[in-house]
């Protein structure tokens, strides 16, 4: 297994921040991947697991060792008319969700166009316009970072729920290859208002798995920066859930509030509508910003640092919870 000194994670993170590995690896199956755990235990190295880098903030560089999982290979075995896909940690989501479309293999397609990798998908169970991994998640193939024991998790033993997963809260596996379940047969799902609205303009009636994956691209194209042009990770806040009570109380006081009611009885807030309110959309601190279309979106002018990154969160967090005493969770991993 090589092992690599000194690496620069810039081009390895979409938010191209500048950071340094002291040590890197690139393993390309599960007996790679656990030669260099080995190599960082005996070393009593910390471990940092990168994707495709694009749900990660450097404000600092990491220490020991970072690996970034290099297995990749798609296939597909049938039941009847479920189809489970055995597919490789390194293979792009995007990509896996064009070929899964091109095979007729039908589940992801509101899941189009999520940039990242297949192995990083259930870390913060990935999810989009009424769809999350966890509706088609069959299984996870794991390594234990400490013991280099493998371990498969099935769905319920994942612990997801929204944005979330026993992967994010523990961070003690290193995911080699996930098993998806999806059906030959179309499960059309245009609940999101955005998709059937684009769909009507679309004079389309009866739509394909097809028609809501090109709708889903469409409106994602634009409304989120393509961080190949403009560096960013996504939505930079998740939506604060808050108890009924309390969803009252915002609401009596800003009618106009932008909520979602939960099947638990709880409220999810859109963050995106508390930060346009404190008037930080389009708001700029240096070389980093709020896009001035998504208010969610923390963007990187150029040079930015991590560390002004969080100084813009911050800010951000300060703004909202003055206003509205909402608290705001940042989604990507901050290192
Ligand atoms: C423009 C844009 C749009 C986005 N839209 C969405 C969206 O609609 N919905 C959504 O849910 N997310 C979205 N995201 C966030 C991001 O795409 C997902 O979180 C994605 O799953 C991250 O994948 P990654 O490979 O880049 O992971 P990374 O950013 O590299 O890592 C993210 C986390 O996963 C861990 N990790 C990565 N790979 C593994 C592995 N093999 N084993 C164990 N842990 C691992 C890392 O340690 C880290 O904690 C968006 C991001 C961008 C930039």
Redesign the pocket.
Known sequence: MKILTNQPLRH????NLQANASYFASPANVEAAKAALDFANSKVLPI?????????IFSKDPHGLVI??GMTGRKASFDNNDVYLHVG??EG?TELVEWTLDNQYWGLEN?S?????A???????????GV??ADHLYQVH?IDIKTGQERVFTNSECEFSY?NSR??AQ?K????SIILKLSLTPNIRTGYGTIRQRLIELGITKPTPVDVAKAVIYI?QSK????AITP????FFSNPIVDRNKFELLEDKFPDIVSFAQPDGQVKLAAAWLIEQCGLKGFSKGTVGIHPNHAL?MINHGKATGLEVMELAKIVQDSVMDRFKVSLEI???VI
């Open positions: 390895l993170n979409s938010f940092l697991v990168l994707g495709g880098g694009t749900n990660i970034k999982p940690a390194n989501w899941l166009l999520i940039p990242g990798t192995g990083a998908a259930p870390v913060q169970n990935i999810g989009a316009y999350e991994l794991a944005r992967f994010k961070q596996w290193l995911i080699t994602r989120l920066p393509d961080p960013n990770s996504g939505s979106v989604e990507p991993r």
